[in-house]
């Protein structure tokens, strides 16, 4: 799968904006559909972050689910994998979490479940960003192997 190339400069604005939703305390405005990621730069060192959609969430476990959606070109995405810390904000709630990636069968089923509860969401998303996905249960487990998969452990977790 040919994944897209994340925006830079003022293409990357809108991706960049919701950042400061969350800088500017108000984090439970956008409740817990969004997860601010804190990160550290894997060259530079420095203290990153990125907001990105939570499409799934196992309260019981601490366990908070993402996907890269500009595949492994995310910058987030080659910190977290290189330097798996991070500490995670849901709504006012922040958290230190571990970030692994899903092998491909546990992914291609979080993003069927994920299609299941949000039918349009996978679609305009996945439009907006080129892919070309077949809209079928077949078709998003396929996308599910494909799309890396990011599940954030919490200290909470079991």
Known sequence: MKFPTPPRGL???PWRMPIWIYRLGLGGLVGKKFLLLNHT????????Q????LIQVNSETGEYYVVSGFGTHSQW???????????IQVGNKKMTAIAKQLNSEEASQVILDYTQKYP???KNLGAMLGYDIEHTPEGYLAFGREIPVICFS???SK
């Open 120 to 122: 349009k969401n996978l």
């Open 50 to 53: 990125a907001v990105l959609e």
């Open 77 to 87: 995405y080659q910190n977290i994998t290189h330097n798996p810390a991070a500490v």
């Open 11 to 13: 293409k990357a604005l």
């Open 154 to 156: 919490t200290s909470q």
């Open 41 to 48: 730069g894997r060259k530079s060192g420095k203290q990153r």
